[in-house]
Nanobody, 129 residues
Framework: QVQLVESGGGLVQAGGSLRLSCAAS????????MGWFRQAPGKEREFVAA????????YYSDSVKGRFTISRDNAKNTVYLQMNSLKPEDTAVYYC??????????????????????WGKGTLVTVSS
């Protein structure tokens, strides 16, 4: 059974940084794609970033490109989201998700989470102005 556990959220001032972690267990993830999504209060869940577990390709939403970096550590079975230059509009619950049969292009996740079969419970990020 796949388990995804996020950590690293918290309260940070605008301009600050946080690193989120997603510890994955229960499978061999070598063929998976992993994604970070977020949901702000009163808003729909939105795509943030994705990575193939092979690490060959990544994709970011326009709103975080250049500020956030997604990466993975194979030895630790962990995916990270390094968030720099945080803004109040980045405030949200951040979720990690796993897709066992990823699409050819990660841009797919900007419009659909279909295929992301496994989700963590989320970690709250609050950015104060």
């Amino acid at each position: 059974q796949v388990q995804l556990v996020e950590s690293g959220g918290g309260l940070v001032q605008a301009g600050g940084s946080l690193r989120l972690s997603c510890a994955a267990s229960g499978r061999t993830f070598s063929s998976y794609a992993m994604g970070w999504f977020r949901q702000a209060p009163g808003k729909e869940r939105e795509f943030v970033a994705a990575i193939r577990w092979s690490g060959v390709s990544t994709y970011y939403s326009d709103s975080v490109k250049g500020r956030f970096t997604i990466s993975r550590d194979n030895a630790k079975n962990t995916v990270y989201l390094q968030m720099n230059s945080l803004k109040p509009e980045d405030t949200a619950v951040y979720y990690c998700a796993a897709d066992p049969n990823p699409p050819l292009r990660l841009v797919y996740y900007t419009s659909s989470t279909y295929g992301m079969d496994h989700w963590g419970k989320g970690t709250l990020v609050t950015v104060s102005s």
